[in-house]
């Protein structure tokens, strides 16, 4: 069973913008969402979280004037718009789980987070 899929991803000139899609399980919809990405020979680097119901969501500070996240629990989908696409934008980007019921759920380790989907890649040319 997929729990999460993402789509969206693709190869833009820097300038660009793209909007990753992760759809989740149902029973997903309680729980705080996640993206991260990763570049060969690093660890997964934290992007963005948001909450169940999408009202506290957290972007790291390096994209946070271009990346925004969002959800929309009835079509049990989130969302990382990317905006001004920059060539160190490259990377594989994935959506994450959260399946803790924390008071602070933006988790920045990626151990933290239990489901994965199977990552989307984003390429910026320069």
């Known amino acids: 069973q997929v729990h999460l899929a993402e789509s969206g991803g693709g190869l833009v000139q820097a300038g660009a913008s793209l909007r990753l899609s992760c759809t989740y399980s149902?029973?997903?919809?309680?729980?705080?969402m996640g993206w991260f990405r990763r570049v060969p020979g690093k660890d997964r680097e934290y992007v963005a979280s948001?909450?169940?119901?999408?009202?506290?969501?957290s972007v790291v500070d390096s994209v946070k004037d271009r990346f925004s996240i969002s959800r929309d629990n009835a079509n049990t989908t989130v969302y990382l718009q990317m905006n001004s696409l920059k060539h160190d934008d490259t990377a594989t980007y994935y959506c994450?789980?959260?399946?803790?019921?924390?008071?602070?759920?933006?988790?920045?380790?990626?151990?933290?987070?239990?489901?994965w989907g199977q990552g989307t890649q984003v390429t910026v040319s320069s």
């Open positions: 994450a789980r959260d399946g803790a019921y924390r008071t602070y759920v933006h988790q920045r380790v990626w151990t933290a987070w239990d489901y």
């Open positions: 149902r029973t997903f919809s309680n729980s705080a």
């Open positions: 948001i909450n169940w119901s999408g009202s506290d969501a």
